[in-house]
């Protein structure tokens, strides 16, 4: 049953990759993972925010973004105005200070719908891989008929149940998004 195994493997990995998204969005409090996706272009290169600096959550509402290069301010400055996060930026000694206003009533809507699509998109996902280990199954000659069935049918069960655990974390999700 390799093929099983193999397909719960992918699904776990897209489970993960919708937390990673879901993470990206600000909840109740602010998180260092609302600056994963924000580059910074520093020494001529494109590289992640969390490669050229240390980010700490100083309160609910604060981020600190400490340099490991003291030279590189302005470029991580100019990464994070361009990510366009919605706070406001002040410099302390050797360190940027980013502070997040508690989000509108419009905006948690908009925050909400995001976390939405991010759930669509996993589903979507893991349907696919369903769908892709489904024709694995259907083409492996060394299952007999039965055993391909059999397949099939915990290769659904897996897929229902990655659904459903999805719909968990959006719920989780929601219920963080409107208690800001």
């Given amino acids: 049953m390799e093929i099983f195994e193999e397909c719960k493997d992918k699904m776990n990995r897209s489970i993960e990759a919708l937390k990673s998204s879901f993470s990206t969005l600000r909840a109740g409090r602010v998180t260092a993972g609302l600056l994963d996706k924000v580059v910074v272009n520093c020494y001529g290169e494109n590289m992640p925010l969390k490669n050229v600096a240390s980010i700490n959550s100083i309160s609910p509402t604060d981020l600190q973004v400490k340099p490991f290069d003291p030279s590189t301010v302005r470029d991580i400055l100019g ?16 360190a940027l ?3 997040f206003p508690a989000p509108s009533e419009e905006r948690r809507q908009e925050l909400i719908k995001q976390a939405k699509r991010y759930a669509e998109d996993g589903k979507v996902a893991i349907r696919n891989i369903r769908k892709d280990f489904n024709n694995k199954a259907k083409k492996d000659d060394t299952l007999s008929e039965d055993n391909m069935h ?9 897929t229902d149940d990655k659904v459903k655990q999805i719909d968990e974390i959006l719920q989780e999700k929601i219920k963080d998004i409107e208690t800001i």
Avoid at 82 to 87: E, F
Avoid at 150 to 158: A, H, M, V
């Fill in 150 to 158: 059999d397949l099939l049918d915990k290769i659904q069960k897996l």
């Fill in 79 to 94: 990464g994070i105005n361009k990510a366009d996060l919605g706070c406001t930026i002040s410099q302390q000694t050797g």
């Fill in 97 to 99: 200070v980013l502070k």
